[in-house]
């Protein structure tokens, strides 16, 4: 247990733009708290394997091992993710230190010709790897021709561009970072489209051990988004959620400041032999322990109604 703190921090991340600015936004926000701290910019499988889907070739853990053999070498002393990348079960050692107060959770429709997806034409080519996104357009929109698309945010728009696709689906909160609002047309609701479990926020993961580290970064967290987030993962936690299970999951506190979280869930069958499949559940939570709680309550309610669960990924 290391119960000091190093005199100059490091964070790994990924080399594209927005896990550049998501770790250079953490950097600052330590900064100003008198830390100094460097980044250390790295590519990984996650980043490399572009002509298959993650459900595919290993799943949201090709992302973040790279990362996490840094911090276990001693390169690093924390890693910047995209909450919904993380792996619902961490390796043995690491820990999710921190959740920042979440950005825009909601899908973004972007296209060139066309407002919305209503709007697009029978047939019409729409571009995303999301087995979520895939299942929940094709229950919207069962005529659309669904294409894969793989790359960091400036490779799918550039796709897009090239006219590869009449639209292409992607998270609001990238977009948005980046500075490239005016590349939205619309977003999707929660109705039409629940977002991923912890999509539009950021984890901080350390070592275990970095007692001194983990005490440092509760400065920079939002206990409302943790609390929000843990409940989702714990939905996919419970279904063994990976990029190989369509699944969504979204909660929201009540507008009463009563305490009391909504947590909404869709699952789809992977092979489309079964309709979507939708839970949800409203209860206090002021601690991880009852988001846990509340998560597996909603999980439960969807294996009742036939939703199948999968094993994690190693």
């Known amino acids: 247990m290391s119960t000091t703190l190093p005199s100059s921090l490091t964070i790994a991340t990924r080399k594209s733009r927005l896990a550049l600015w998501q770790a250079e936004h953490i950097q600052q926000r330590l900064k100003a708290l008198g830390h100094t701290v460097s980044l250390l910019g790295m590519s990984t499988t996650g980043d490399q394997i572009l002509d298959r889907s993650l459900s595919k070739v290993g799943g949201k853990g090709l992302f973040v091992k790279e990362l996490e053999t840094a911090l276990l070498q001693g390169q690093a002393h924390l890693a910047v993710h995209s909450l919904k990348d993380v792996p619902m079960e961490l390796p043995e050692g690491f820990v999710l230190a921190c959740v920042t107060e979440r950005g825009n959770p909601y899908d973004a429709f972007v296209s060139h010709h066309y407002a919305q997806l209503d709007d697009l034409p029978q047939g019409a080519v729409v571009g995303t790897s999301s087995l979520r996104r895939q299942v929940i357009l094709q229950h919207l929109r069962p005529d659309l021709k669904i294409e894969p698309l793989r790359g960091n945010i400036d490779t799918r728009l550039r796709k897009l561009d090239e006219g590869q696709f009449d639209a292409i689906i992607?998270?609001?909160?990238?977009?948005?970072?980046?500075?490239?609002?005016?590349?939205?047309?619309?977003?999707?609701?929660?109705?039409?489209?629940?977002?991923?479990?912890?999509?539009?926020?950021?984890?901080?993961?350390?070592?275990?051990q970095e007692s001194a580290l983990i005490a440092t970064l509760q400065a920079l967290a939002h206990p409302p988004t943790w609390l929000a987030t843990a409940a989702e993962r714990a939905v996919s936690r419970a279904l063994g959620g990976s990029c190989s299970v369509p699944l969504?999951?979204?909660?929201?506190?009540?507008?009463?400041?009563?305490?009391?979280?909504?947590?909404?869930?869709?699952?789809?069958?992977?092979?489309?032999?079964?309709?979507?499949?939708?839970?949800?559940?409203?209860?206090?939570?002021?601690?991880?322990?009852?988001?846990?709680?509340?998560?597996?309550?909603?999980?439960?309610?969807?294996?009742?109604?036939?939703?199948?669960?999968?094993?994690?990924?190693?």
């Open 170 to 208: 992607l998270a609001a909160a990238g977009l948005e970072r980046l500075g490239l609002h005016d590349r939205i047309r619309c977003l999707f609701t929660p109705e039409q489209m629940l977002p991923a479990a912890g999509q539009g926020a950021l984890g901080l993961e350390v070592r275990t």
């Open 248 to 314: 969504a999951a979204h909660a929201v506190w009540s507008e009463d400041n009563s305490g009391s979280l909504w947590l909404r869930a869709i699952w789809g069958d992977p092979e489309g032999r079964q309709p979507l499949l939708e839970a949800d559940i409203r209860g206090p939570v002021q601690h991880i322990e009852q988001a846990d709680q509340l998560g597996q309550q909603v999980a439960q309610m969807l294996l009742d109604a036939g939703a199948k669960r999968t094993a994690l990924p190693a």
